[in-house]
């Protein structure tokens, strides 16, 4: 994604279901930031899961 690390997680929760979370990495430069976003969402699937980290992860990389 150009300038921009993104790395979606998934964990288990105690219920048998799914959260998400993602860290999005920023480079321009010599400079550097990172965000990570843990989201309350459950997921039935951990695939939805990522699936959800990742497009607010691209969410993310498109505000200014």
């Not at 219920?15 to 989201?39: I, K, N, P, W, Y």
């Not at 039935?44 to 993310?60: C, E, H, K, P, Y």
């Amino acid at each position: 994604m150009g300038e921009y690390d993104v790395s979606p997680s998934t964990h288990a929760t105690s219920s048998g279901r799914f959260r998400a979370s993602v860290t999005v990495q920023h480079a321009h430069g010599l400079d550097r930031s990172t965000r990570r976003f843990e989201f309350n969402t459950t997921f039935a699937s951990r695939d939805a899961a990522r699936i959800f980290a990742v497009t607010q992860g691209w969410l993310q990389t498109c505000l200014p």
